[in-house]
């Protein structure tokens, strides 16, 4: 797992998006980077399949995260860092920093062929609906 940690970091650099020094799963993502989650994010039905607690907090929403701008250009190169998944037209982008405001975590959870994958936790399905663009 260390490897793959070093390893994503790496690969990050090298395509310029967040080179965080000694980053690891687990870790909090900071407040300026970019949220892209694949889909309609901003329905009901997007959250269909996750985890929620007795109140309602999600855990564990997949999403991809770097400390890149939101232009379509570092978006598209965001998701060109996610090897497991063919990413469709729709998508919503966010910031780290609405959904830490709104009283949600983003942590980093590297993943083989995915390097820039994050979770989402703490938000109910209404709050993170609203996050996305």
């Known amino acids: 797992?260390?490897?793959?940690i070093i390893t994503a970091a790496l690969v990050a650099c090298l395509?310029?998006?967040?080179?965080?020094?000694?980053?690891r799963n687990g870790?909090?993502?900071?407040k300026g980077w970019l949220l892209v989650r694949s889909g309609a994010a901003n329905t009901d039905a997007n959250y269909d399949k996750e985890d929620s607690d007795s109140n309602g907090k999600l855990h564990?929403?997949?999403?991809?995260?770097a400390g890149i701008s939101d232009t379509p250009a570092k978006v598209q190169q965001l998701i060109a860092t996610d090897g497991t998944r063919v990413w469709?037209?729709?998508?919503?982008?966010?910031?780290?920093s609405?959904?830490?405001?709104?009283?949600?975590?983003?942590v980093l959870d590297a993943?083989?062929?995915n390097p820039n994958h994050c979770l989402i936790n703490g938000l109910t399905v209404s709050k993170i609906k609203g996050i996305w663009h």
Do not use: E, F, H, Y
């Open 111 to 113: 993943l083989p062929n």
């Open 88 to 96: 469709g037209p729709n998508r919503g982008v966010a910031q780290a």
């Open 27 to 30: 870790d909090p993502a900071p």
């Open 60 to 65: 564990g929403v997949s999403v991809l995260c």
């Open 15 to 23: 395509l310029g998006l967040s080179c965080p020094a000694l980053a």
């Open 98 to 106: 609405t959904a830490i405001n709104l009283g949600g975590n983003v």
């Open 1 to 4: 797992m260390k490897n793959t």
